[in-house]
């Protein structure tokens, strides 16, 4: 069975090891500290929340994202790691850590609600048409992958 933020023990899961993370945690790999990390989740979690829009892709890029996506879901793949982002979801500022977890947080809470709600968008900039399992298996994906990056 695939994890998914919309499965009530996924989503605890990721609560519980959220909390096991300190502002002084060292990374793994990547340029980000705890604090950082916590704050390109939370833009992450905007894309559903329609807080933050991705900037339009090309016709081969979006095709890729599918691609993608299509294949993280086959074979339950994970993120590799230093992937390329879009520069609105980059943290290369100070960022307070209490500060960036409420937020995170927060924004957890929120798209819970778009999900009990049926409120998920049906589109992705980057991964094309989206069910809501899609959103679920892929934002669930997204924030493990950092979470394991800080070793947890």
Same mark, same amino acid.
């Given at each position: 069975?695939?994890?998914?933020?919309? *499965?009530? %023990?996924d989503?605890? +899961?990721? =609560?519980q090891?959220? %909390?096991?993370?300190?502002e002084k945690s060292?990374?793994?790999?990547? #340029?980000?500290?705890?604090?950082?990390? =916590? +704050?390109h989740?939370? *833009?992450?979690?905007?894309?559903p929340l329609?807080?933050?829009? =991705?900037?339009?892709t %090309?016709g081969?890029?979006?095709?890729?994202?599918?691609?993608?996506?299509?294949e993280?879901?086959?074979?339950n $793949?994970?993120?590799?790691r $230093?992937m390329p982002?879009?520069?609105? =979801?980059k943290? +290369?500022?100070?960022v307070?850590?209490?500060e960036a977890?409420?937020n995170l947080l927060?924004?957890?809470?929120?798209?819970?609600?778009?999900v009990?709600?049926? +409120?998920l968008?049906a589109?992705h900039?980057?991964?094309? %048409?989206?069910?809501p399992?899609?959103w679920?298996?892929?934002?669930? #994906?997204?924030? $493990?992958?950092?979470?394991?990056q800080f070793?947890l």
């Amino acid at each position: 069975m695939l994890k998914s933020l919309h *499965r009530e %023990s996924d989503y605890r +899961e990721i =609560l519980q090891r959220l %909390s096991g993370l300190e502002e002084k945690s060292t990374p793994r790999w990547g #340029k980000m500290n705890a604090a950082c990390m =916590l +704050e390109h989740c939370m *833009r992450v979690l905007q894309i559903p929340l329609g807080k933050v829009l =991705l900037p339009e892709t %090309s016709g081969f890029v979006r095709w890729i994202g599918m691609l993608t996506r299509t294949e993280m879901r086959l074979f339950n $793949n994970g993120i590799p790691r $230093n992937m390329p982002t879009y520069k609105v =979801l980059k943290v +290369e500022c100070e960022v307070d850590f209490d500060e960036a977890m409420k937020n995170l947080l927060r924004a957890l809470g929120t798209y819970q609600e778009l999900v009990r709600n049926n +409120e998920l968008p049906a589109t992705h900039q980057l991964f094309g %048409s989206m069910e809501p399992e899609d959103w679920g298996f892929m934002e669930y #994906k997204h924030i $493990n992958h950092h979470l394991k990056q800080f070793g947890l």
